[in-house]
């Protein structure tokens, strides 16, 4: 049972155009979202959360937008930039569990930013 | 600097062998966690530990063990007993188990010869 979903595998995009990523849960418990960015061979790192109270969170050229009744959050990245070319991963908490709370993930997005 | 670290980077097993994954953290993180990434489907958990000398199975504990003796380390073992073992190790590591983000370290390679 995948319980976070991110059903492009791949996404390519110019450079300085808007880069959207998208994700979909099914657990209505999850109650924090977060996006990590991974490179080859390395481990992945924390890009940008937000909590379910919130519908939008913005950090410099990423902002990410969760829509609770959809179930949904994307993550735009404006403009992009080669340097964003990774892996790009949605995770999920829900973290009003008593026990064993822990981060479920989504398949993946490579993202790839043409100069 | 505080971070967490896996070793050794690329590992080659022979079939039939354990081998054991290190993974040690210095950031007094209570909980940590193993990952295994395949492509295309993602971060899959192993297992995770909250607290020292607990841990518990995560999604794909078969042919896993661990152990978590001292906050700072959460080794796995990956048995004979584990059918598809060649993949991309991830340890994580948390300051508490309520699913605030992860610290990773950098990855083991596993490769099954």
């Known amino acids: 049972d995948q319980q976070v979903k991110q059903n492009s595998p791949s996404l390519s995009v110019q450079e300085g155009r808007i880069s959207i990523l998208n994700c979909d849960y099914t657990n209505s418990m999850f109650d924090y979202f977060l996006w990590y960015k991974k490179y080859p061979a390395e481990g992945p790192t924390f890009l940008i959360s937000?909590?379910?109270?919130?519908d939008k969170n913005e950090d410099g050229r990423f902002t990410v937008f969760l829509n609770k009744s959809a179930k949904h959050l994307s993550l735009h990245i404006v403009p992009s930039q080669p340097g964003d070319s990774a892996v790009y991963f949605c995770?999920?908490?829900?973290?009003?569990?008593?026990?064993?709370?822990?981060?479920?993930f989504g398949e993946g997005t490579q993202l790839t930013v043409n100069p | 600097d505080g971070g967490i670290t896996q070793s050794p980077k690329y590992l080659f097993r022979k079939e039939g062998q354990n081998v054991t994954l290190s993974c040690e953290q210095n950031l007094n993180h209570d909980a940590m966690y193993w990952y295994r990434q395949d492509p295309g489907q993602g971060l899959r958990l192993i297992y995770y530990?909250?607290?020292?000398?607990?841990?518990q199975k995560g999604d794909i504990a078969e042919g896993y063990s661990v152990s978590r003796e001292k906050k700072e380390s959460f080794p796995l073992t990956v048995t004979s007993a584990q059918k598809n073992p060649t993949a991309f190790y991830l340890c994580?590591?948390?300051?508490?188990?309520?699913?605030?983000?992860?610290?990773f370290g950098s990855g083991t390679r596993l490769t099954v010869v």
């Open positions: 995770a999920a908490s829900a973290r009003g569990e008593t026990s064993g709370s822990r981060l479920t």
């Open positions: 937000i909590s379910s109270i919130k």
């Open positions: 994580a590591s948390s300051i508490d188990s309520r699913g605030y983000g992860y610290t």
């Open positions: 530990s909250q607290i020292v000398n607990d841990f």
